[in-house]
């Protein structure tokens, strides 16, 4: 469907004008309620499911070899398992940011993306946990981890970056998890009162926990979700910077430095808003809902990608600098060793995506075009891969030690363990858009009055 310009602000509207109440639940629950599954969903689904029996595979097998089969080796005790880790938890800031900090800022743009974008955070947590679990190399006593009652005395080190990451991850997986539930009730109330099947009007009343819409309902809901909002909004910085700590309490070169929350962070939100993309295109063009993922939606998305890309330039940059201002022999091979070294390659790709192919962003003609955002967004994501690839083996390979340099080449299972992984991902999305309303019902209704007022302007 087209997207109206306001004709004041020369922007897309935030929804487009000549929809009502009616209209609204009508489309967002017939997706989920009435409308046939296309063969184009079974084969997406079908291809997530076939990469997440890869992964059990890949998994079962590491269960019963060990580690060994990972290319992990010394002085490269970190491979894949923490590059992914990072990744994908990065790759859910996005969600967080979205549902809590552009909601305690009003900005009602948010409304038709924070759904999905709040399934996304939860589904990139669960492939994240997995590899720091996977890692230990004994996972089935990963509850040591944990301060549990236990009568051995044998309690965690809390000076351990990875007891840190457990209580951060598991935090913010569980605030989101009540986030994202909170915000599904009324609209779960709705496909419960929609519903033909029996089983149907079961299953989601059974999940919408008694909802009637009253206004004790609705005052008891506004309250708890502004407090869930309020609870997310500082696990958005406190998280990925605990995730850096893993690297900037060390003394390694490349690691020790203090740039590294602030530049995990906006790296975070980088990676996340480009699956936001990723996402939200394909859904806007196969499900018909340009009218409610606007131009506007999109364009904000490609400006907060240009400023935290630029902070994620700034901090590249700022590496070089201290590399040179500290006269640190060991930062400098660093430096030069990541620019010249046997993985060069992989840094100069790292910069061309990371900083060079999102400056077209700057142009609004590319900001309006729907190819080039997912275009864009594609490469934004690969860069961030190679940037953590970067950051964990560069550092390593090449230490104090002249003679303990060694080579990092990830096996076949390490690819095996992350392409699964990008299909339990993709796999739990499509059945996500199949059950469950992929944008918020009731939020999208209170974007009616904007629209009204920007169709009477017209």
């Known amino acids: 469907m087209s997207n109206p310009q306001d004709t004041r602000t020369g922007k897309a509207p935030v929804l487009a004008p000549g929809h009502t109440f009616a209209t609204v639940t009508d489309k967002i629950s017939a997706i989920v309620l009435s409308r046939r599954t296309t063969l184009g969903w079974v084969v997406g689904f079908g291809v997530g499911l076939l990469l997440t029996m890869l992964l059990l595979a890949a998994v079962s097998y590491l269960l019963v070899k060990g580690v060994g089969i990972w290319g992990i080796d010394i002085p490269v005790a970190w491979g894949f398992a923490i590059v992914n880790f990072v990744w994908w938890i990065g790759i859910g800031h ?10 305690l800022l009003n900005q009602p743009w948010r409304n038709s993306i924070n759904r999905f974008a709040e399934a996304m955070t939860l589904f990139a947590v669960m492939c994240a946990g997995m590899f720091p679990l996977l890692h230990l190399g004994r996972p089935w006593l990963f509850y040591w981890l944990f301060p549990y009652p236990n009568t051995m005395q044998v309690w965690p080190q809390f000076r351990s970056p990875l007891v840190w990451d457990v209580f951060a991850v598991s935090t913010y997986f569980t605030v989101s998890f009540l986030f994202w539930f909170v915000g599904l009730i009324p609209d779960l109330g709705t496909l419960r009162d929609r519903a033909h099947s029996r089983l149907a009007r079961g299953a989601y009343g059974f999940l919408a926990m008694g909802w009637r819409g009253s206004a004790r309902h609705w005052k008891n809901y506004e309250s708890a979700y502004l407090l869930l909002a309020g609870l997310a909004t500082p696990l958005v910085v406190s998280v990925h910077t605990v995730v850096s700590f893993d690297f900037a309490i060390s003394i390694v070169p490349g690691w020790h430095t203090t740039i590294f929350p602030p530049y995990f962070v906006a790296g975070a939100i980088y990676s996340g808003f480009a699956m936001v993309l990723v996402i939200a295109i394909p859904i806007r063009k196969f499900y018909s809902l340009g009218d409610m993922i606007t131009m506007r939606h999109l364009e904000n998305c490609a400006k907060i990608m240009l400023v935290t890309g630029l902070i994620v330039a700034y901090g590249y940059l700022m590496e070089h600098f201290m590399a040179w201002y500290r006269s640190d022999e060991f930062d400098a091979f660093m430096v ?10 992989l840094y100069w790709a790292l910069i061309v995506t990371n900083i060079l192919v999102p400056q077209a962003l700057w142009s609004r003609r590319v900001r309006q075009n729907v190819g080039a955002l997912f275009g864009v967004s594609i490469i934004v994501l690969i860069g961030m891969w190679l940037e953590r690839f970067i950051i964990v083996v560069t550092s390593l390979h090449r230490d ?31 059945l996500f858009i199949r059950f469950l309303p992929m944008i918020s019902i009731f939020e999208m209704r209170t974007l009616l009055p904007e629209a009204e007022v920007e169709a009477e302007a017209k």
């Open 400 to 430: 104090f030690l002249t003679s303990s340099w060694g080579m990092y080449y990830p096996t076949k299972w390490d690819w095996f363990t992350f392409v699964g992984t990008i299909g339990f991902f993709a796999m739990a999305m499509y």
């Open 336 to 345: 030069h060793n990541r620019m010249h070294g046997p993985y060069a390659p």
């Open 94 to 103: 996005a969600g967080t940011l979205i549902s809590a900090i552009l909601l």
